[in-house]
């Protein structure tokens, strides 16, 4: 088994089992969404996969011993967030607070974002992460431009930080 906590937010469509599968095995998922962890519960067991641990928990208010990740991965948590309606700039000051508490110093971070560029993606977390890798995703051309739909890029949290910065 490879010895790796890993914490993926929002369990549709999850990762975690591909993981699994591969052989890692200190895995946790979370969802706020009390019919999304029974959802990925039936699943995982379908899939015979029972080293995986779901929690029902909002990542703007996670406990305090939810923490210490090694890898933290984002398929759409952070888009949710920042689509809002509800004070979304204080919520994603939020997820970023959130963010530093449960990630370790030297872990990574994975986020897919569709309503989010690299460039902004950069901005909103260059507190105390730095861009270790941007992941291919696919390309389109349009009017002479080629573009991106999807940014997916890896940070590696290079110390303890908070969102007290001014803005």
Request: charged content about 25%; hydrophobic content about 40%; some cysteine.
């Amino acid at each position: 088994m490879l010895q790796c906590s890993i914490l993926e937010l929002e369990m549709v469509f999850s990762w975690l089992n591909l993981l699994a599968k591969l052989g890692f095995s200190n895995i946790t998922g979370i969802d706020y969404s009390p019919p999304a962890i029974r959802l990925s519960g039936s699943v995982l067991e379908k899939e015979g996969l029972s080293n995986i641990k779901l929690k029902v928990e909002d990542f703007l208010n996670l406990p305090t011993e939810l923490s210490g990740f090694h890898v933290c991965i984002d398929r759409g948590t952070f888009d949710a967030i920042s689509l809002n309606p509800d004070n979304a700039a204080e919520k994603r000051k939020q997820y970023v607070k959130s963010l530093s508490r449960v990630l370790k110093v030297k872990g990574f971070f994975l986020i897919t974002s569709c309503n989010w560029t690299k460039e902004e993606l950069l901005n909103e977390f260059s507190e105390g992460l730095e861009l270790f890798e941007e992941l291919p995703t696919p390309k389109f051309s349009f009017g002479g431009r080629s573009g991106s739909s999807v940014a997916a890029l890896v940070f590696q949290k290079t110390r303890d930080f908070s969102l007290d910065k001014p803005s």
